[in-house]
């Protein structure tokens, strides 16, 4: 029965990023990481804004069927109230 040792410095530094020595290919990235960046952004927007298009038109739609006006039912009272303050009731003797 044999005992294999795992070096876990080679696993480390398998998925460690390494930055290229070159300065172009740095600077390239680094762009390129900018680039992904405000794409990423531009989307978001695109994408919030669809969301809040969506929200407004779904409440106008939802609005205009609840504007139909329904037949009222037999045993419904349709009527209209007003509140009085507590001074106007007349006052027990």
């Known amino acids: 029965m044999h005992i294999r040792y795992v070096q876990f410095s ?33 989307a978001g927007v695109f994408v919030g804004a669809a969301m809040i298009l969506v929200g407004l038109g779904w409440k106008l739609v939802a609005s205009r069927k609840a504007r139909a006006v329904r037949k009222a039912e037999p045993n419904v009272v349709d009527a209209e109230y007003r509140v009085v303050r507590k001074a ?6």
């Open 10 to 42: 080679k696993l480390r530094n398998l998925f460690a990023p390494r930055k290229p020595r070159n300065p172009l290919v740095r600077i390239a990235l680094g762009l390129l990481g900018l680039a992904i960046l405000a794409v990423l952004i531009v």
């Open 88 to 93: 106007a009731l007349p006052q027990p003797h």
